[in-house]
Every structure is written in structure tokens, then in C-alpha cells.
């Protein structure tokens, strides 16, 4: 078998388009879910009310950190 290796890394793709339209589609969703979640689902993920609903507040440009790479 041959195996060919790539000196320097590729360089990360720029996200666009329909990607980046997906993501926020599905962060908005994520964060009304969490939104309706009851105090107990919400106790089993480690968070109090006030949190989750601190975090459907945010706005949908307000993306998580890792999302900014």
C-alpha cells in the first residue's frame, strides 16, 4: 500500500453560504428547546432555569467561540 504525506497542513475552509445558515437555523432551535426544558431535564444537564433562559435569550450572532475559527 502507498501512502502519501502532505508536508503543510490545509488551510481551514471559510465557512459560507448555506453552512452558515444551517448552523444558525440550528442554534436557534437548540436554544428554544432549552427554553422549554423543565426544571428537572434542566437539573439532569447541571444548569438552573435562570442559565437556560440567560442562553435563549442571546442573540443569533452571539455563536458559540468555537464557531469563530
Request: net charge positive; with cysteine; proline share 7%.
Amino acid at each position: 500500500m502507498t501512502q502519501i504525506a502532505i508536508n503543510r497542513p490545509c488551510p481551514p475552509r471559510r465557512r459560507f453560504g448555506l453552512s452558515l445558515l444551517w448552523d444558525a437555523l440550528s442554534l436557534h432551535r437548540q436554544r428554544r428547546t432549552l427554553a422549554r426544558l423543565d426544571t428537572r431535564a434542566l437539573e439532569d444537564i447541571g444548569i438552573t432555569r435562570e442559565q437556560a433562559e440567560a442562553e435563549a435569550a442571546r442573540p443569533l450572532w452571539d455563536a458559540p467561540e468555537f464557531w469563530q475559527k
